[in-house]
């Protein structure tokens, strides 16, 4: 579990007492891709993430696939997964074409440090034919708070959801880091053989910063919906991609800031 205990002294009015809380683990993974160059092999350092424990062949393929090095599962050769650090061979003859160059560490809450250009995103196909009715919208939170007993418990993990337009809930992924949530739910959607996103809503706990509508739009996601607040660049990648993009979804209030269309009202009789 990306969870730990640690003994603190509890104050509650004015006595003390010890006690003990769960905290997020966070542990620093360093991630490797192995692929062909030429007529040789080479093996290329993405960077160090701190991210929660676990999961870590998740978390390197869906960065791999937002930084253009990994398209489909058909790809890898094998994952290799050490304490601290994670290396995805491809297979012999796949050469990438769009390789990000990164030159910092990466941290749990960065997304594009290091980059020296912003990444290019083929076109998204219009999903229009996609509705999610307001009143399934406005569950969606506590459908994501009843699967996050790890939060529940630390108040320190987030999360990146997948539902379908009907509110089924697809996958889930967990972490200290919400770019590693995310590239963790598209990394096992990638390995099971399940990308594109297409006709899927993505639920973000927290913001929905342009890093990860770049993912989102990497992996052709139809309706991104966040707890928080979008950025402009956010509100323009969604814009340009036919993503409809949700923020600051609550029960009974959210905005809709781009393709709006793809939200409607409830059916009669249905969610009161």
Known sequence: MPEKQVPVTRWEGGRAQPASDSLGAEEPVEIRVEYSFKDRREIATLGLTLASPGEEEDLACGLLHAEGWLHHATEIDAIHVQPGSVLVSLRPGVEPVATARRHLARTAACGLCGREELPALAPTPDGSAVTLPIGLLYDLPGRLAAAQPAFQRTGALHAAALFTPAGELLALREDIGRHNALD????????????????????????????????????????????????????ELARRHHITLVGFLRRERCNVYTHPHRIVANPAGVFG
């Not at 913001?207 to 979008?230: D, F, H, N, S």
């Open 184 to 235: 963790k739910l598209i990394g096992h959607r990638l390995r099971s053989g399940q990308l594109p996103l297409a006709g899927h809503v993505v639920l973000l706990s927290g913001r929905a910063g342009y890093e990860l509508l770049q993912k989102c739009a990497a992996a052709q996601a139809t309706v991104v919906a966040a707890i928080g607040a979008p950025s402009t660049m956010a509100v």
